[in-house]
């Protein structure tokens, strides 16, 4: 099991169905807000969270800071970057933020697509290299759905080298270098 898995949930035997079948371990839950520093205070501060490593993706337009809660790297904090419309549609229907999606990890994201479709899934958005899909949320109970590859998904921790307040200031992973809001 991956470092950052400690303690996390394995789905497998006969209980666990199309999960157990593509060996899907949990990864982690994204909450999605417009401001991370807003989201900080709970699941940092009076939760416990602590900071794991934090990244840019200026292509698809979000920022994202990883915190550890009880040992496992679980919880992902995501807010839209400057100028981007990713999550836009997200923050109109719920202005206060929440759940974004729930992500697991296979080792065969092409064959968690044909599983998925054949149980009538509707997955979508596969990329060439076939790092990730996603199930829509009118598919699976309200909640956006994304499978990754397992390789690909692994992080480093470096918290001798960066700090949140690095992430926050553009300077994380891929940063842009623009502070968040």
Sequence with gaps: MDAHLRGAAELGGDEAGLAGELGATFDHVAIAGRRIRDMLPLWRDTLGGRFVVGADNPAVGWRA???ELSGV???????????SAF???????????????????????????ERF?????EPFGADQEWFQMFVHPRRSGGV?????????????ADRLGMTVEDVLAGRGYRGTGVSSP
Excluded at 117 to 121: E, F, L, P, R, V
């Design 65 to 67: 800071v990883r915190l």
């Design 87 to 113: 999550l836009d549609s997200f923050l109109r229907s719920r202005p206060e933020g929440g759940m974004h999606h729930l992500t697991f990890l296979v080792d065969d994201v092409r064959a968690a697509f």
């Design 117 to 121: 479709a054949a149980h009538g899934y």
């Design 73 to 83: 790297w679980c919880l992902e904090l995501i807010e839209p970057l400057p100028g």
């Design 144 to 156: 956006l759905l994304q499978l990754m590859r397992r390789q690909a998904a692994q992080g480093r």
